[in-house]
């Protein structure tokens, strides 16, 4: 007679160590949120001390119009990884985002001294 799904499946429960990685797994996770709240923050806290206030309505909703439009760019990338291999991908979107970065920090050297 075969145990029953229930045993073979929580066994692994009573594993002092497999509960010490739950507790890892629950603290990354809520580290995770936190780093990501203080990001946003910190982005929105400077877009708005650096926007005019008769823009600030403007410049926001162009922000907000960004999480809209984030998800287009997963339909060339996943076009692109169907054709090739999916690092390559990442690495050249990860090499088109450095050259953004550095094009904005040569052409807009305000951008540098935001405080």
Excluded: K
Aim: proline share 3%.
């Amino acid at each position: 007679m075969t145990p029953s799904w229930r045993w073979t499946t929580f066994d692994a429960l009573q594993d002092r160590n497999f509960r010490w990685l739950w507790v890892g797994q629950l603290a990354s996770s809520a580290t995770f949120r936190m780093e990501s709240v203080a990001c946003m923050v910190t982005d929105n806290t400077l877009l708005q001390a650096n926007s005019h206030d008769r823009l600030r309505g403007r410049v926001m909703s162009v922000y907000m119009m960004m999480w809209g439009l984030m998800s287009l760019g997963t339909l060339p990338t996943g076009a692109i990884a169907d054709r090739v291999r999916v690092p390559f991908v990442v690495s050249l979107e990860g090499g088109v985002l450095a050259l953004i970065f550095l094009g904005v920090g040569w052409l807009w050297p305000r951008m540098r001294r935001l405080e």
